[in-house]
T-cell receptor
């Protein structure tokens, strides 16, 4: 089935460590997005990419990095510079023909 | 700049009662508008979307929303709440082109038996 796969579903990180969240889609979508969700704050945009080898910062990019080497993959690295990384992270994608974005099931990151 | 305001972080209704979740948007150009639903620890699922066709939009699970340009609103309604409607609901806006979706802060809907 076509869709967006985020892995892992739950992730634990020690303070000071970098961690990478995976997002893969087989929908042949051009654009991909990373959002962060915190209780009561809705979804906030971290990074997005409209084509391979290109990406733009969103509203809260500090402490995060991304790459877009393949159309189907858009991994997010949470670096040690991110001071409060515990959150629910959502990946989404969209094709130019569609107005809406499709979402993965999310990764819950906890710093221990 | 575009933005979304959802009035009420938590709404509680009785089973069988009307559901009304409020969303107001700000956009300098005609927007695309969306409602998404999220169940605990899951991703977002599209309920419905407005893309400048009919102003009354019908979605899945009996939900509908009406685009009112004069009020800059896109409120979500359902005539009769069901227990399975308990979830978090997000309103989102996007202007034409390749801009990302901008989300409201969400409204948690509780349904009381």
């Amino acid at each position: 089935d076509g869709g967006i796969t985020q892995s892992p579903k739950y992730l634990f990180r020690k303070e000071g460590q970098n961690v990478t969240l995976s997002c893969e889609q087989n929908l042949n979508h051009d654009a991909m997005y990373w959002y962060r969700q915190d209780p009561g704050q809705g979804l906030r945009l971290i990074y997005y990419s409209q084509i391979v080898n290109d990406f733009q910062k969103g509203d809260i990019a500090e402490g995060y990095s991304v790459s877009r080497e393949k159309k189907e993959s858009f991994p997010l690295t949470v670096t040690s510079a991110q001071k409060n990384p515990t959150a629910f992270y959502l990946c989404a994608s969209r094709t130019a023909r569609n107005t809406e974005a499709f979402f993965g099931q999310g990764t819950r990151l906890t710093v221990v | 700049a575009q933005s979304v305001t959802q009035l009420g972080s938590h709404v509680s209704v009785s089973e069988g009662a009307l559901v009304l979740l409020r969303c107001n948007y700000s956009s300098s150009v005609p927007p695309y508008l969306f409602w998404y639903v999220q169940y605990p620890n899951q991703g977002l699922q599209l309920l419905l979307k407005y893309t400048s066709a009919a102003t009354l939009v019908k979605g899945i699970n009996g939900f509908e929303a009406e685009f009112k340009k004069s009020e800059t609103s896109f409120h979500l309604t359902k005539p009769s709440a069901h227990m399975s409607d308990a979830a978090e609901y997000f309103c989102a806006v996007r202007i034409s082109g390749n801009t990302p979706l901008v989300f409201g802060k969400g409204t948690r809907l509780s349904v009381i038996a």
